[in-house]
């Protein structure tokens, strides 16, 4: 292994009901006046907002609302959220839902004290010094936020979706995970959350660091636990332990317990961003398209580990005469369960098109540093073209 400093201050809450003690937690975190960060109706529908709100009425906890935050979330609340919060002596932001909410919670908890925009953290501008804390209580098991050290946000002025710069400040100081509070969610959402947990556990797998075996196999244990509960929680939406598996997976596929000491890649991610920023598309859908795609394009790069993730993985046969007969098996599986799981695989599911390719590689060119990315194999402009056009063929 690399050296490395893991440092995960989270507090987790898991199980049925645990969203009744939210009050407790924010009072323990030191929240005197909350501010409840969510999207729209279904926190209302589940449950979710009116165990939250009795619980911090219990405990005497009073709090103002910001609703509303969009998939793919967008500055212009950002921006709302800084103000409001200035505005009530907001001291702790407090998000319920997903992954899209808790980001947004998060960038305003780092952009109120900041004298700045808030985007200046994005763009290299500004380091992170403080925050106001941050809890949530989930409602979507995907993007990992919940015990992650990282933030997406869209600028809308020049529909830039880009990521902070990773830090443990901004990591969350609790999260409640109770399964039950997902077991409402559409069979679309679960499979493109599914997809994206996978994601964060491959972006970490396909390294150039060698003997990190203990490493590997957390990735493999956590990727066959996926491809088990994910098609369970679809064909039964109540069922319990299968929404369990994928909650807990979903936060350990980023809190970065399965990434330590080895080089990590994130291509397929920036490549993504740039399909979600022009089509509004899930995530989680997104990267159902490209992940395979990059898969195709880097596998000679290191056939043996794209086979091993054949084997391990899907249970494929290994071929030691013809590594890439295996390594093709692999990611043949990986967009077959991609499939079976009603995600798309091509560009043209998701609404893509292919004279967009070009306008897609020059706005990934105006983020800085924008090329070359990733850390298994390095992308450059023509690199990116190719991966997109892969995209393209089932």
Same mark, same amino acid.
């Given at each position: ?227 088990? @509960?994910? !098609?369970?929680?679809? %064909?039964?939406? =109540?069922?319990?332990?299968? +929404? /369990?598996?994928?909650?807990?997976? #979903? $936060? ?68 030691? @005469?013809? !590594?890439?007969?295996? %390594?093709?098996? =692999?990611?043949?599986?990986? +967009? /077959?369960?991609?499939?079976?799981? #009603? $995600? ?51």
């Amino acid at each position: 292994m690399d050296n490395f400093v893991f440092y995960s201050p989270t507090l987790f809450s898991f199980g049925d009901g645990e969203e009744k003690n939210t009050g407790k937690l924010v009072r323990r975190f030191g929240g005197t006046k909350v501010m409840l960060v969510y999207g729209g109706g279904s926190v209302k529908r589940n449950g979710a907002y009116d165990a939250v709100t009795a619980s911090l009425l219990s405990e005497g906890i009073s709090y103002t609302e910001l609703s509303g935050v969009q998939a793919n979330p967008r500055s212009g609340k950002v921006y709302e959220g800084i103000e409001l919060a200035r505005r009530e002596g907001v001291d702790f932001l407090l998000a319920i839902g997903g992954g899209s909410v808790i980001d947004t919670a998060k960038a305003i908890a780092f952009g109120v004290p900041y004298q700045g925009d808030f985007w200046d953290f994005f763009c290299g501008k500004a380091t992170f010094e403080t925050t106001l804390p941050v809890g949530t209580v989930l409602t979507i098991a995907a993007a990992g936020s919940e015990g992650s050290d990282s933030c997406v946000i869209t600028l809308e002025e020049g529909n830039l979706k880009w990521g902070c710069p990773k830090s443990d400040v901004i990591r969350p100081k609790f999260s409640v995970l109770d399964p039950r509070l997902t077991c409402s969610l559409p069979a679309y959402q679960t499979a493109s959350g599914s997809v994206d947990m996978m994601a964060h556990i491959c972006e970490r797998y396909f390294t150039n660091t060698s003997d990190v075996e203990l490493t590997d196999r957390l990735c493999q244990a956590l990727l066959k636990t996926v491809i088990d @509960a994910a !098609p369970r929680a679809i %064909a039964d939406p =109540g069922d319990y332990a299968a +929404r /369990a598996d994928l909650m807990w997976s #979903g $936060m350990l596929a980023h809190n970065n317990s399965c990434g330590v000491g080895r080089a990590q890649d994130w291509a397929s991610h920036q490549i993504e961003h740039e399909l979600s920023a022009f089509y509004d598309c899930a995530h989680g859908a997104g990267l159902a398209v490209v992940m395979p795609a990059w898969m195709e394009f880097v596998m000679e790069h290191d056939i043996m580990r794209f086979a091993k993730f054949a084997v391990e993985v899907f249970g494929c046969e290994m071929d030691f @005469a013809h !590594p890439e007969r295996t %390594a093709k098996a =692999g990611i043949a599986s990986l +967009r /077959a369960f991609f499939r079976s799981l #009603g $995600m798309p695989t091509t560009f043209a599911e998701i609404g893509a098109k292919e004279e967009d390719i070009p306008a897609m590689v020059a706005h990934r060119g105006e983020k800085p540093n924008g090329f070359p990315f990733g850390g298994f194999v390095k992308i450059g402009p023509s690199e990116m073209e190719a991966i997109l056009r892969l995209s393209m063929k089932a």
